[in-house]
């Protein structure tokens, strides 16, 4: 097939390993904890480009905070065309809000096809949400 590999970026035979920003193992799949430290550095943006920032480094994690689009519409609306960059306590609260979050990231696991699905949903007027969830042995989702 004319395939060439690189031995310098190529690893065989382990169980787990950074892939596009990804802690993959056995376990499951885990946020890049060099992600999660660009968040937790900022402070409270003040300018568009720094909400654009925040936002920007949010969506690539985005799969790992549940009910994101709802915790930070304070924040995104500071984006719209009517409103003016005005960081409130609303904003202040969801900032805080995420980061405390990703104090302890959950980790994303494959289900267990002997364990019964559960789905969670929330709409709200800003958002819509869904998160299928299951849980373990001990009985923790």
């Given at each position: 097939?004319?395939?060439?590999?690189?031995?310098?970026?190529?690893?065989?035979?382990?169980?787990?390993?950074?892939?596009?920003?990804?802690?993959?193992?056995?376990?499951?799949?885990?946020?890049?904890?060099?992600?999660?430290?660009?968040v937790l550095e900022m402070v409270p943006p003040s300018s568009e480009s720094g909400i654009r920032s925040f936002l920007?480094?949010?969506?690539?994690?985005?799969?790992?905070?549940?009910?994101?689009?709802?915790?930070?519409?304070?924040i995104n609306n500071l984006l719209k065309k009517d409103y003016s960059i005005d960081w409130t306590e609303d904003c202040?609260?969801?900032?805080?809000?995420?980061?405390?979050?990703?104090?302890?990231?959950?980790?994303?696991?494959?289900?267990?096809?002997?364990?019964?699905?559960?789905?969670?949903?929330?709409?709200?007027?800003?958002?819509?949400?869904?998160?299928?969830?299951?849980?373990?042995?001990?009985?923790?989702?």
């Amino acid at each position: 097939y004319g395939v060439t590999l690189n031995p310098e970026k190529c690893v065989f035979g382990v169980t787990g390993g950074k892939l596009l920003g990804y802690i993959i193992s056995s376990r499951g799949i885990d946020v890049d904890p060099t992600k999660i430290w660009a968040v937790l550095e900022m402070v409270p943006p003040s300018s568009e480009s720094g909400i654009r920032s925040f936002l920007g480094k949010l969506g690539a994690i985005r799969r790992f905070i549940p009910d994101l689009s709802f915790a930070i519409h304070p924040i995104n609306n500071l984006l719209k065309k009517d409103y003016s960059i005005d960081w409130t306590e609303d904003c202040n609260e969801a900032f805080n809000a995420v980061k405390r979050f990703l104090l302890s990231p959950p980790t994303l696991m494959p289900p267990k096809l002997d364990h019964p699905l559960i789905l969670y949903s929330r709409a709200t007027n800003v958002s819509l949400a869904c998160m299928l969830a299951q849980e373990d042995d001990d009985k923790r989702e």
